[in-house]
């Protein structure tokens, strides 16, 4: 079992910056990648960005690139979403999960899931 813990959401004005955290504890052994996800109200949860433990590749989705940088801190059990130059469609929850196996892509592919954290942009 892993449990995952967030912070660092809130409200924001436009082309501000906030940065997220996520804490992994238990069992983390397996961990293959950790990521980012969104889901705003009446829309499809969806990718923002991974990174891979072992490597330290990351991959992020289009509407986010150039803006968001994800890290980690091994030590910690740590992942993090800087979001810079934010805007009112980055508004949503954003979830961090773990992947254990499969396509990072995919929020079905993740296993482990925090309980979302508010990110509100106002234009």
């Known amino acids: 079992q892993v449990q995952l813990v967030e912070s660092g959401g809130g409200l924001v004005q436009a082309g501000g910056s906030l940065r997220l955290s996520c804490a992994a504890s238990?069992?983390?052994?397996?961990?293959?990648?950790m990521g980012w996800f969104r889901q705003a109200p009446g829309k499809e949860r969806e990718f923002v960005a991974t990174i891979f433990w072992t490597a330290s590749s990351s991959y992020y989705a289009d509407s986010v690139k150039g803006r968001f940088t994800i890290s980690r801190d091994n030590a910690k059990n740590t992942l993090y979403l800087q979001m810079n130059s934010l805007k009112p469609e980055d508004t949503a929850v954003y979830y961090c999960?773990?992947?254990?196996?499969?396509?990072?892509?995919?929020?079905?592919?993740?296993?482990?899931w925090g309980q979302g954290t508010q990110v509100t942009v106002s234009s």
């Open positions: 238990g069992r983390t052994f397996s961990t293959y990648a």
């Open positions: 999960a773990v992947l254990t196996a499969g396509n990072y892509y995919y929020a079905d592919s993740y296993d482990y």
